[in-house]
T-cell receptor, first 115, second 111 residues
Framework: EAQVTQNPRYLITVTGKKLTVTCSQN?????MSWYRQDPGLGLRQIYY???????DKGDVPEGYKVSRKEKRNFPLILESPSPNQTSLYFC??????????????FGPGTRLTVL | AQSVAQPEDQVNVAEGNPLTVKCTYS??????LFWYVQYPNRGLQFLLK??????LVKGSYGFEAEFNKSQTSFHLKKPSALVSDSALYFC?????????FGGGTRLMVKP
């Protein structure tokens, strides 16, 4: 089944404790990205990747890191999480040659709480 | 920079009635526009898109959207609403390598 998977689905952590949210897709997509969803703010893009070893900042990259060492994986790293990073996070992928004007496939989401 | 506005936080409609969820956009150049739907505890799902061509775009589950360049709008419509259409709907615009979403509109369809 074609899908985007994220792990963990739920995470409660404390301020300052480094964490990684994994994202993997099995559709051989070149484009991947991360969004956070907050009530009243909709979805805001954190980082995106056009291809392996190519990443770029979205609208709200502060406090996040990403890497794209393999085509299928795009982990989101929070080096020192803070309470304002409590949110619902979505990973996406797209099968285009790099432009996202084809539809995005969304993962199921990761609900992160930082205490 | 591009932006998307969904002026209604919630739209209420009775089952069987037509529905409209509004979206306006701001972008330099030609817009690429999308609608996505989010059901509870799920990721977003693609409904339809406008790239070029016919201003009326048909998508999944009987939804359609009308692109209006002069009004910079891309409203989502359905002739006859179902209770199962109740969900959160997002309009989005692509520009360059980024996709920008509106704030979302909650659609409530009552029996």
């Amino acid at each position: 089944e074609a899908q985007v998977t994220q792990n963990p689905r739920y995470l409660i952590t404390v301020t300052g404790k480094k964490l990684t949210v994994t994202c993997s897709q099995n559709m051989n997509h070149e484009y991947m990205s991360w969004y956070r969803q907050d009530p009243g703010l909709g979805l805001r893009q954190i980082y995106y990747s056009m291809n392996v070893e190519v990443t770029d900042k979205g609208d709200v990259p502060e406090g996040y890191k990403v890497s794209r060492k393999e085509k299928r994986n795009f982990p989101l790293i929070l080096e020192s999480p803070s309470p304002n990073q409590t949110s619902l996070y979505f990973c996406t992928s797209s099968w285009t040659s790099g432009s996202p004007y084809n539809e995005q496939f969304f993962g199921p989401g990761t609900r992160l709480t930082v205490l | 920079a591009q932006s998307v506005a969904q002026p209604e936080d919630q739209v209420n409609v009775a089952e069987g009635n037509p529905l409209t969820v509004k979206c306006t956009y701001s972008v330099s150049g030609n817009p690429y526009l999308f609608w996505y739907v989010q059901y509870p505890n799920r990721g977003l799902q693609f409904l339809l898109k406008y790239i070029t061509g016919d201003n009326l775009v048909k998508g999944s589950y009987g939804f359609e959207a009308e692109f209006n360049k002069s009004q910079t709008s891309f409203h989502l419509k359905k002739p006859s609403a179902l209770v199962s259409d109740s969900a959160l709907y997002f309009c989005a615009v692509n520009y360059g390598n980024m996709l920008t979403f509106g704030g979302g509109t909650r659609l409530m369809v009552k029996p």
